[in-house]
């Protein structure tokens, strides 16, 4: 079964600080895994997009990793900001030529003044 | 800048009476989305248009209905709400099926249902 699984399902940090998010995914065939924020009561933003042959990509202050042997992305944030509170979803797209995404229930994301 | 459009922002029923959300766009992409969000869930896919060509997932409740009636807009019925509609509804577009092919999304409506 496709399936896109986050860690943590929350997390608190402090301004200024770093986290990872993880992303693990049971999805085939793969097509390329994104990277979303999703303000509170807002559409989803795209931050990064990787295919299986990229190993990182970076946004601003947001850096996404991709093992496509171990099926695991991670989502790192430097230097957090209050904007960053936030739900981080991952998402992986199946094949090319599909329409299908399977998105995972995301990462809750407060970050504390 | 405003490239999904999604009216209205928050939308109030009653119980079995029809709603239609609808959603525009900038962007002249080929193929248009309609996602449920329930609380703290992953959006699930309704169904999408490529084009005209309807799509409807396999899960997706009679009681949702869709409509394109041309690139730019294209609304989503639900004959019959009841309350487990109550939902965030968001729509996306994207240019085509190309990899790097990325949705963008709208702000979504959020359906409340008395």
């Known amino acids: 079964k496709n399936q896109v699984e986050q860690s943590p399902q929350s997390l608190i940090i402090l301004e200024g600080k770093n986290c990872t998010l993880q992303?693990?995914?049971?999805?085939?065939?793969?097509?390329?895994l994104r990277w979303y924020k999703q303000d509170t009561g807002r559409g989803p933003v795209s931050l990064t997009i990787?295919?299986?042959?990229?190993n990182t990509k970076s946004n601003g202050r947001y850096t996404a990793t991709l093992d496509a042997d171990t099926k695991q992305s991670s989502l790192h944030i430097t230097a957090s900001q209050l904007s960053d509170s936030a739900s981080y979803i991952c998402v992986v797209r199946l094949t090319s030529g599909t329409y299908k995404y399977i998105f995972g229930t995301g990462t809750r994301l407060k970050v504390l003044a | 800048d405003a490239m999904v459009i999604q009216n209205p922002r928050y939308q109030v029923t009653q119980f079995g009476k029809p709603v239609t959300l609808s959603c525009s766009q900038t962007?002249?992409?080929?193929?248009m989305y309609w996602y449920q969000q329930k609380s703290s869930q992953a959006p699930k896919l309704l169904f999408h248009y490529y084009d005209k060509d309807f799509n409807n997932e396999a899960d997706t409740p009679d009681n949702f209905q869709s409509r394109r009636p041309n690139t730019s807009f294209c609304f989503l019925d639900i004959r019959s709400p009841g309350l487990g509609d109550a939902a965030m509804y968001l729509c996306a577009t994207s240019r085509d099926a190309g990899t790097y092919n990325e949705q963008f999304f709208g702000p979504g409506t959020r359906l409340t249902v008395l």
């Open positions: 962007l002249n992409h080929n193929v």
């Open positions: 990787m295919t299986f042959s990229e």
């Open positions: 992303c693990n995914y049971t999805v085939s065939p793969f097509s390329n």
